[in-house]
Every structure is written in structure tokens, then in C-alpha cells.
């Protein structure tokens, strides 16, 4: 009986040691997996703002490429006219 209970008590602290290994490996991945998800999080932060960024440089491109098509579109338009007042000058 005495036998038995020293070997179930070796093989208990022989598990214990196992499981705080375990428990020690499983600590360190947490908190290596808690470091790599907080580098993310802050990368996607930078991404967002560079997005962000980008977005406002391509709608202020846009805006300004609509305004010359306008602008060019009125100077084609003004142009014209011209040619036609130059038109019937020339033929009255």
C-alpha cells in the first residue's frame, strides 16, 4: 500500500511538472500571439490612415480633372463661336 501511494505520488508530480511545463509554453505563445496581434492592429491603423490619405490626394485629382475638362470644354465652346462669328464675318 505504501508502495503504491509513493509511486501514484511520483507519477502526480511527475504530471504536475509536465502540465507547468505546459502551462509555461502555452503562457509564453499567448503572450507572443497578444504582441503580434497588437503589431497588427497598429499596422492596420497605418494602413487605414495611408488609405485614408490616398483617398483624399485621388477625389482632390479628380475634382481638379473635372474642373480643366470644364475649362477646356468652355474654351473649346468659346473658340468655336469664334470660328463661326469669323464664318459669317467672312461671308457677309
Not at 509511486?7 to 505563445?29: F, P, Y
Not at 485614408?52 to 468652355?74: G, H, I, P, T, V
Request: proline share 0%.
Amino acid at each position: 500500500m505504501v508502495v503504491f501511494r509513493a509511486e501514484a505520488l511520483r507519477e502526480s508530480e511527475s504530471g504536475n511538472k509536465d502540465m507547468t511545463r505546459q502551462l509555461q509554453e502555452l503562457t509564453m505563445i499567448r503572450t507572443e500571439l497578444q504582441n503580434e496581434r497588437d503589431a497588427l492592429h497598429s499596422e492596420l491603423g497605418d494602413a487605414t490612415d495611408a488609405n485614408r490619405d490616398l483617398q483624399a490626394r485621388l477625389d482632390a485629382a479628380n475634382a481638379a480633372l473635372q474642373q480643366m475638362k470644364q475649362d477646356l470644354e468652355n474654351q473649346l465652346r468659346a473658340a468655336e463661336e469664334d470660328l463661326e462669328n469669323t464664318r459669317y464675318t467672312c461671308i457677309a
